[in-house]
T-cell receptor
Framework: GAVVSQHPSWVICKSGTSVKIECRSL??????MFWYRQFPKQSLMLMAT?????????EQGVEKDKFLINHASLTLSTLTVTSAHPEDSSFYIC?????????????FGPGTRLTVL | QQPVQSPQAVILREGEDAVINCSSS?????VHWYRQKHGEAPVFLMI?????EQKGHDKISASFNEKKQQSSLYLTASQLSYSGTYFC????????????FGQGTELSVKP
């Protein structure tokens, strides 16, 4: 099957610091990767879509200067939360897709729990 | 447009059946079903593309109605391992094929 990893699994940081989260597709090349945010007992809210070699497309209301996304290769995308604040604390999940079609399956990473003190 | 799932939560005894619905006021291009356990990644279950389609694996199956406005997930003879939150996702055609997820249905299977 398709495996997607995320690192770290959890991170605790002080307010004002930046945090980088990595998402890797381990056994396939991901043309597209997605970043989601999930609050407890809530749905998956898409933050941005990332295509290899191009700028990420952010959803309405997501600050692109705060959530920096880089899709450097077909197997790696990173999300950097800059100047994190307590309200940024959440569960961040990435997913990866081989193709560009919406009918291609998205495979999710295990998620990263961010706690900002 | 976010699809609507029902019920929001369901509690079952082991061996009982359950149905989870996912609906929209507009035709859905495709429906993707996932199960997520607490603190873990959503796991892909299946995708339905065509109106009238039905598919399944083991004791979990799904259907997509002819008008493609509703999909149902059927859990037969539920097992403890079926517990989790089930999400349906629908493709937002023309916007990079991104998925919009329903609010989720929390399923608890008790011994």
């Amino acid at each position: 099957g398709a495996v997607v990893s995320q690192h770290p699994s959890w991170v605790i940081c002080k307010s004002g610091t930046s945090v980088k989260i990595e998402c890797r597709s381990l056994d396939f090349q991901a043309t597209t990767m997605f970043w989601y945010r999930q609050f407890p007992k809530q749905s998956l809210m898409l933050m941005a879509t990332s295509n290899e070699g191009s700028k990420a497309t952010y959803e309405q209301g997501v600050e692109k200067d705060k959530f920096l996304i880089n899709h450097a290769s077909l197997t790696l995308s990173t999300l950097t939360v800059t100047s994190a604040h307590p309200e940024d604390s959440s569960f961040y999940i990435c997913s990866a897709r081989r193709g560009t079609s919406g009918t291609d399956t998205q495979y999710f990473g295990p998620g990263t729990r961010l706690t900002v003190l | 447009q976010q699809p609507v799932q029902s019920p929001q939560a369901v509690i079952l005894r082991e061996g009982e059946d359950a149905v989870i619905n996912c609906s929209s006021s507009k035709a859905l291009y495709s429906v993707h079903w996932y199960r997520q356990k607490h603190g873990e990644a959503p796991v892909f279950l299946m995708i339905l593309l065509k109106g009238g389609e039905q598919k399944g694996h083991d004791k979990i199956s799904a259907s997509f109605n002819e008008k493609k406005q509703q999909s149902s997930l059927y859990l037969t003879a539920s097992q403890l391992s079926y517990s989790g939150t089930y999400f349906c996702g629908t493709e937002d055609r023309g916007k990079g094929g991104k998925l919009i997820f329903g609010q989720g249905t929390e399923l608890s299977v008790k011994p």
